[in-house]
């Protein structure tokens, strides 16, 4: 069977099943090569409720990765409705956003609110999560300015296996 029958078939039994199924489909899709009938089945999934679909479109307007769409509101649209339903991944994506609007370094569609989804994400061992708050603490982003937490967050990240945090965490001397 060809790749094109495949996703045919896939794609043929997308309206036949649950939000969550379709995530799935949407990933096949998404690995088969298909990206933008992907992206308009992640989106289907994720407004009939799947939360991975929605954080998973969040990735693909965030710019960080290889599709580099880089639509930061969209990002954050669907970010957020993840995020409140709980997913972790979604919830470190609306931090990176929350730091990068706070560090002027990218105009993003986080809002002045979202420092807490780094908190939430981190509490769920997101590594990432733990950087941006690394970061945020020591330079007083979004929160007080505390080396001790700058350490602590970066701890958690090294521990996790980000070198970047293990450097920063032992430039800081909490090694």
Not at 3 to 20: F, H, M, P, R
Not at 62 to 77: N, V
């Amino acid at each position: 069977m060809s790749t094109e029958q495949i996703l045919e078939k896939l794609i043929d039994s997308y309206s036949a099943v649950g939000a969550d199924e379709q995530y799935l489909i949407a990933g096949l899709v998404d690995a088969l090569g298909s990206e933008s009938k992907a992206k308009e089945l992640y989106k289907i999934a994720a407004e009939n409720g799947s939360a991975p679909a929605a954080a998973r479109l969040g990735m693909k307007y965030d710019g960080r990765s290889s599709f580099q769409t880089g639509d930061l509101k969209q990002a954050a649209h669907w970010y957020r409705m993840a995020a409140e339903a709980g997913n972790s991944i979604a919830q470190e994506g609306l931090c990176y956003l929350y730091y990068t609007r706070m560090t002027g370094s990218t105009p993003s569609g986080a809002t002045k609110d979202d420092g807490v989804w780094c908190l939430k994400s981190a509490e769920h061992g997101d590594y990432l999560a733990n950087r941006w708050l690394g970061q945020m603490y020591l330079r007083g982003v979004g929160f007080d300015a505390n080396k001790t937490e700058a350490i602590a967050s970066f701890r958690k990240a090294a521990l996790r296996g980000d070198g970047p945090s293990f450097v920063m965490m032992k430039a800081l001397g909490g090694v």
